[in-house]
């Protein structure tokens, strides 16, 4: 069983259209994250949500909609979508309030490309 | 945004030791340091932390200065497969900021 899973795998859309991608851990655990990795490699922290509460938000344009209907599932909506979205988005959980001392799981990724 | 600084690459022999290091000079007293690597087309996945005292696991070890300005993370016997970009991380809660890494090469 995968601990953390991230549907789509591949996205591949036109700018301007709205996408959804979607998390799941069945990890138990009760704080995920979006993380976004751009063509430079760089990963960036997006989102984090404890309890399904919004705890940290970057300066993430308000395109970008986190939707957590439950601890286990934390989706990610994109509206109006910009040939700069592309990139790898990561999806990760952590337990215990994500505590400094709580390693983090990370899902495999979904590799978006705007055209 | 990253609290660590790391060499940007390192290269090592296949089945010899690596020694990763990371510059923490800013750290907190409740401060974990993490470390985390990516594998190729792979999300990041957990190596290792710790707070003050050196850390061991099946994967790797964790040296920790002793004023917790620096640490180095130890791979004992390299192999092909621990190619990736290594991040050292300053863990806070709710929050797990990576820097650019340190990419490693393990050469057979």
């Known amino acids: 069983d995968t601990a953390v899973s991230q549907t789509p795998k591949y996205l591949v859309t036109q700018m301007g259209n709205d996408k959804s991608i979607k998390c799941e851990q069945n990890?138990?655990?009760?704080?995920m994250y979006w993380y976004k990795q751009d063509s430079k490699k760089f990963l960036k922290i997006m989102f984090s949500?404890?309890?399904?509460?919004?705890?940290i938000n970057e300066t993430v344009p308000n395109r970008f909609s986190p939707k957590s209907p439950d601890k286990a599932h934390l989706n990610l909506h994109i509206n109006s979508l910009e040939l700069g979205d592309s990139a790898v988005y990561f999806c990760?959980?952590?337990?215990?309030?994500?505590?400094?001392?709580?390693?983090?799981?990370f899902g495999q990724g979904t590799r978006l490309t705007v055209v | 945004d990253a609290k660590t600084t790391q060499p940007n690459s390192m290269e090592s022999n296949e089945e010899e030791p690596v020694h990763l290091p990371c510059n923490h000079s800013?750290?907190?007293?409740?401060?974990?340091i993490h470390w985390y690597r990516q594998l190729p087309s792979q999300g990041p996945e957990y190596v290792i932390h710790?707070?003050?005292s050196n850390v061991n696991n099946r994967m790797a070890s964790l040296a920790i200065a002793e004023d917790r300005k620096s640490s180095t993370l130890i791979l004992h016997r390299a192999t092909l497969r621990d190619a990736a970009v290594y991040y050292c991380?300053?863990?806070?809660?709710?929050?797990?900021?990576f820097g650019a890494g340190t990419r490693l090469t393990v050469k057979p």
């Open positions: 990890l138990g655990h009760d704080t």
């Open positions: 949500y404890n309890n399904k509460e919004l705890i």
């Open positions: 800013t750290i907190s007293g409740t401060d974990y």
């Open positions: 990760a959980s952590s337990q215990m309030g994500g505590a400094r001392n709580t390693e983090a799981f």
């Open positions: 710790g707070l003050t």
């Open positions: 991380i300053l863990r806070e809660n709710n929050d797990m900021r």
